[in-house]
């Protein structure tokens, strides 16, 4: 059935989710495999990217990034993310419709069948993956490590969340530790991808004018090879309100200090009162009718961007913003000022039509690029139940004031962390 | 009754419209059929590298730098219910950017579009700035302009085209400086916005779930008669030569960020898209995913995967880029400049530039699902004089030796230099 969500569990630990339609250029087609968040991070998180290098039929990169040029530009791309206490990684292939091929070639099925070689057939021998294929991918990881800290924003941000969840599982960096990292081994990849193939939860995914039924037919004759299959996911602890307020410090040599902001929000687990929590964070700084544009960037010009944003499968709240560094205490007493105003009844009728016509808008534009569309089975990838953008636009349009209000009620400050800019403003000059 | 022109692409299955309008307009609609959302971006012919005003037979009048963002930021302004305001009551996502050459005011919206595309058309025709407003957006600028000093990636540009242009505007950052823009008045505004913002030097684009019929009638009732006003975009007169070969900044990075650049110079205002396409294959052959050097660079550990390239061009300027992250920038730098001089030598491989070719029109087929690119790349074609299909056409006509022509003009060492952003430790 074209153009519809369709979510299929076909076997224990498989999950199926397609959405067929021709009216777009390109498919996407994706593999999501989740494991909990625990142990040596760093032995899955480089695997996506491992896979992605080489296969047994292309052993080097050389090869396979000219067999992707053949198939008019296809996009084998690795990634991996945190979603709640749980990791997930993740292969995908774009490319573009059967339709455009010059020669008429099955470009889909040559797609399909690269994607269940990179992950099914890497290139390894005597239990371990190729060495200097595995020097690179380390090095390269590390480098992300270390470019990371160069965007200062999300160094910021991630620097609060690390404070605020010192002594949670989600403290632990997506991407491993330097020193987990600089320690992995062929042999432990190698063993640590057989794991993934027999422990991680699958979501495979289907966007686009695509052959669902065909694709899972060929993911299922290399699936179904491997043997002893025991899934285990994580659970995601969620702590519903802070008790004291933490507040970490980092000066550095720049221009703008960047603020961030780490609350808890009442949710005694992921996602609960979703609908509830999204409309109270876009209202507190979600869209330019939020409180936090509308007052801490046009009323005080302290800043050009203070944006709220919620983590619903870890039940946190982060307002990040830039500021001069003398302003970040008047910054920040604006910003509660502007929550304990919600708190006290501060939230209008009118406030909250403009956020669920927003967000109806925006959530009903998911349906209009494949990237989107693939993204929202992405986003839900480690939950049990799937919920569609009309479900969820359901869901915020019957939220009232007063839930808003409640919401806000719940909300406890838990850290704050500054990352201080002492630079002197002298940039290269002629 | 204004005509409407089909573009049609027999190719891609697709058809957009032109329509100039009787007001002066130029219209450009992409229906969509079977999607959800609407996108609209009205642009104008006016960006940061427009540092002086000039009326055709008048005389030219210096800008501070800064001015045409500084305009953009203020547009949204009225008497009474700003357009952010406006847009929250209908649902639509609403935004607006400045460029090096344009400026662009966009929504997005799966309903109200007629009331949405309204509300465009009133705010961009009716000015509303005050010294107290102007005052007030010097702070949030200013902000914005310090953010982007932390932001190694942007930093590093910057001090290249500093290092590569003498004189042209595109040396300066977009938003201006925190002194430049110190000099904008309310009065100042509206004398760009009267010759600028005139409807002859803009256009309208919209793709998604509309008809040509509907965005006209909308049109019709919306938008007011403009008077032409002949703005022109004086040569900067730009020399060949560069200002020098190495551009050096301390900063809190802790690897290395570079970018090098060669200039190339201009007998056209603006590059065909034949160049563009050519140049895009040219730089895949030397340093893209499927070259040795790419591979090469890697195994070494000289460069990571955020190395890339693009060819930086707009009207007056044009340089080939190359950028990335990398402990010894030298390095990177003489061998890109060893793997040019090579191909140089050798010529394009046949089969590579055909295996490139097919992968660059991929790339492009899968350009054309996202209305946002799609509305933004009608404006910006028509604002360049160039047709928005005529790259897919052409992939198929681009041969070894057009490559091995252009190859002999670009890519020149003596106008390169290398821009480097290192941490305090790192000093080169």
């Not at chain 1, 060495?131 to 390269?140: C, M, Y």
């Not at chain 1, 876009?282 to 869209?287: E, I, R």
Request: proline share 3%.
């Amino acid at each position: 059935m074209k153009n519809t969500f369709l979510v299929k569990t076909v076997e224990e630990g498989l999950r199926v989710c397609s959405y067929e339609t021709d009216r777009f250029k390109t498919g996407i087609l994706s593999v999501n495999m989740v494991l909990p968040l625990k142990g040596n991070i760093a032995e899955k998180s480089l695997l996506p990217s491992l896979l992605c290098a080489s296969c047994k039929e292309y052993p080097d990169l050389l090869s396979l990034n000219r067999k992707l040029a053949e198939l008019y530009g296809a996009e084998l791309s690795p990634s991996v993310a945190k979603h709640g206490e749980n990791l997930v990684l993740r292969i995908s292939m774009t490319q573009i419709c059967d339709r455009f091929a010059l020669d008429g070639e099955s470009l889909s099925t040559e797609c399909a069948k690269l994607l269940c070689k990179a992950l099914f057939e890497p290139n390894v021998s005597d239990g371990a993956f190729d060495g200097p294929t595995v020097e690179r991918e380390k090095r390269l990881m590390l480098d992300r490590l270390e470019a990371f800290k160069n965007n200062k924003r999300s160094y910021a941000l991630k620097k609060m969340v690390d404070l605020m969840c010192a002594d949670e599982a989600y403290s632990l960096s997506s991407l491993g530790s330097e020193e987990d990292i600089r320690a992995l081994t062929p042999e432990q990849l190698y063993a640590s991808w057989q794991d993934l193939l027999k422990t991680a939860f699958v979501q495979l995914q289907v966007v686009g004018d695509l052959n669902t039924e065909a694709i899972t037919d060929l993911f299922r004759q290399y699936f179904d090879r491997v043997e002893g299959r025991s899934v285990r996911k994580g659970e995601t602890t969620v702590i519903p309100f802070a008790k004291t307020v933490k507040r970490g410090l980092e000066e550095q040599d720049i221009q703008q200090s960047k603020l961030v902001l780490g609350f808890r929000c009442g949710m005694q687990e992921p996602f609960e009162n979703y609908a509830k929590v999204r409309t109270f964070v876009d209202l507190f700084g979600g869209g330019t009718y939020s409180r936090l544009f509308m007052n801490v960037r046009e009323k005080q010009s302290l800043c050009y961007y203070c944006a709220a944003r919620l983590m619903g499968s870890k039940g946190i709240i982060t307002v990040q913003s830039g500021v001069e560094t003398e302003n970040a205490e008047k910054t920040e007493t604006e910003i509660l000022k502007q929550l304990a105003e919600m708190k006290a009844g501060g939230v209008t009728e009118e406030d909250l039509q403009k956020s669920h016509k927003s967000m109806e808008d925006d959530f009903l534009s998911v349906f209009d690029t494949p990237e989107e569309l693939d993204g929202w089975f992405y986003s839900q990838v480690a939950d049990d139940e799937f919920q569609t953008p009309e479900e969820l636009v359901a869901e915020l349009k019957a939220v009232t004031r007063q839930d808003v209000i409640d919401m806000a009620n719940n909300v406890t400050l838990d850290t704050v962390f500054l990352l201080k800019g002492t630079g002197t403003g002298d940039g290269e000059e002629d | 009754m204004a005509k409407i022109i089909p573009h049609e692409n027999a190719l891609l299955g697709d058809t957009y419209y032109e329509v100039l309008h009787d007001t002066g307009l130029t219209i450009l609609v992409y229906p969509k059929p079977g999607y959800s959302t609407s996108y609209a971006v009205i642009g104008t012919n006016y960006g940061s590298i427009d540092d002086a005003l000039k009326v055709r037979g008048g005389e030219e009048e210096q800008l501070p730098w800064g001015t045409a963002h500084f305009l953009e930021h203020k547009l949204f302004e009225s008497e009474e219910l700003d357009a952010f305001e406006r847009f929250a009551e209908t649902g639509a996502s609403a935004n607006a950017y400045t460029s090096f050459d344009r400026t662009c005011y966009l929504f997005s919206c799966s309903s109200h579009f007629k009331e949405n595309l309204e509300i465009l058309l009133d705010f961009v025709q009716h000015p509303y700035f005050t010294e107290a407003t102007v005052q007030k957006e010097q702070g949030i600028i200013g902000q914005e302009i310090r953010m982007y000093l932390d932001d190694p990636g942007w930093q590093v540009l910057f001090n290249l085209l500093k290092a590569l242009y003498v004189g042209h505007p595109v040396r300066v950052d977009i938003a201006g400086t925190e002194e430049s823009i110190s000099h904008i008045t309310a009065d100042l505004l509206y004398r760009c916005y009267e010759n600028f913002y005139n409807l002859h030097n803009m256009a309208l684009a919209v793709a998604g779930n509309v008809t040509v019929e509907e965005v006209l009638a909308i049109c019709d009732s919306s938008l007011r008669e403009d008077p032409e006003v002949f703005v022109e975009r004086p040569d900067k007169g730009e020399p060949k030569e560069i200002v020098r070969p190495v551009a050096d900044q301390e900063f809190a990075v802790t690897i290395p960020t570079f970018a090098l650049g060669f200039k190339e110079t201009h007998d056209t205002p603006i590059r065909s898209t034949k160049e563009r396409l050519l140049t895009d294959i040219l730089m895949d052959i030397i340093g893209g995913e499927t070259s040795a050097l790419y591979e090469r660079l890697l195994r070494e550990g000289l460069i990571d995967t955020g190395f890339g390239y693009e060819y930086f061009t707009g009207p007056g300027y044009a340089t080939v880029i190359f950028e990335g992250r990398s402990r010894d920038p030298e390095a990177v730098a003489e061998a890109i400049k060893e793997e040019i001089r090579v191909l140089r030598r050798d010529g394009v491989d046949p089969a590579e530039f055909n295996r490139l070719r097919k992968m660059n029109y991929g790339k492009a087929v899968m350009s054309y699902n996202d209305i946002d690119g799609l509305a933004n790349g009608l404006v910006g074609a028509y604002l360049n004089g160039a047709e928005l299909f005529e790259e897919l056409d052409l992939y198929r006509e681009l041969t070894v030796e057009d490559a091995n022509e252009q190859l002999a003009r670009q890519f020149l060492e003596e106008y390169s230099a290398l821009s480097v952003v290192h941490g305090p430790s790192q000093a080169v």
